[in-house]
């Protein structure tokens, strides 16, 4: 797929729902990056948060069916605010709702999994969940170090 400019929103990163798709995220991430003058730290964590958005949607909202639509749209904020909205046409899931995975206790109690949606709350300075008519709508903000804004807070519609 592509990317394409959408105006005063930003950029726009059109994927396939393959998981050899999300390498493409990485090098956008990059340009947006040197275009914008986002931190190192910032970049990082946007990297890693929309690694885990991406593969969730391409793995359990998408089954691994390739061939559906993941959009991401880099949206313009004030200086030192990014804003990611990534959407997709999968069945309806609000990932804010899902409660942190217990502590394990044990080395034998640790899962492989189920902690993705735990580090995009702890990586992201803002989360909006909204649900669309064919999918979903998740909007990912990141406040770079030093800078003066709100600090972290997740909300769903």
Same mark, same amino acid.
């Given at each position: 797929? /592509?990317?394409?400019?959408? %105006?005063?929103? +930003? =950029?726009?990163?059109?994927?396939?729902?393959?998981?050899?798709? $999300?390498? !493409?995220?990485?090098?956008?991430?990059?340009?947006?990056?040197?275009?914008?003058?986002?931190?190192?730290?910032?970049?990082?964590?946007?990297?890693?948060?929309?690694?885990?958005?991406?593969? /969730?949607?391409?793995?359990? %909202?998408?089954? +691994? =069916?390739?061939?559906?639509?993941?959009?991401?749209?880099?949206? $313009?904020? !004030?200086?030192?605010?990014?804003?990611?909205?990534?959407?997709?046409?999968?069945?309806?899931?609000?990932?804010?709702?899902?409660?942190?995975?217990?502590?394990?206790?044990?080395?034998?109690?640790?899962?492989?999994?189920?902690?993705?949606?735990?580090?995009?709350?702890?990586?992201?300075?803002?989360?909006?969940?909204?649900?669309?008519?064919?999918?979903?709508?998740?909007?990912?903000?990141?406040?770079?170090?030093?800078?003066?804004?709100?600090?972290?807070?997740?909300?769903?519609?």
């Amino acid at each position: 797929m /592509n990317t394409q400019s959408t %105006g005063t929103d +930003g =950029e726009c990163l059109a994927l396939e729902s393959k998981l050899l798709e $999300i390498a !493409r995220v990485s090098p956008w991430i990059e340009k947006l990056a040197a275009r914008h003058g986002m931190p190192s730290r910032t970049q990082f964590a946007i990297d890693l948060c929309l690694e885990e958005v991406l593969s /969730n949607i391409i793995r359990h %909202g998408y089954a +691994g =069916e390739p061939n559906h639509a993941v959009v991401i749209r880099h949206r $313009i904020n !004030r200086e030192g605010s990014f804003t990611l909205v990534v959407e997709d046409q999968a069945p309806q899931f609000n990932p804010l709702l899902v409660s942190d995975p217990p502590v394990p206790h044990s080395l034998e109690d640790v899962s492989g999994g189920g902690h993705g949606i735990q580090l995009l709350k702890q990586f992201a300075d803002a989360i909006e969940y909204e649900p669309m008519p064919n999918g979903n709508r998740i909007t990912i903000t990141f406040v770079a170090p030093g800078s003066t804004q709100a600090g972290p807070r997740t909300t769903a519609s």
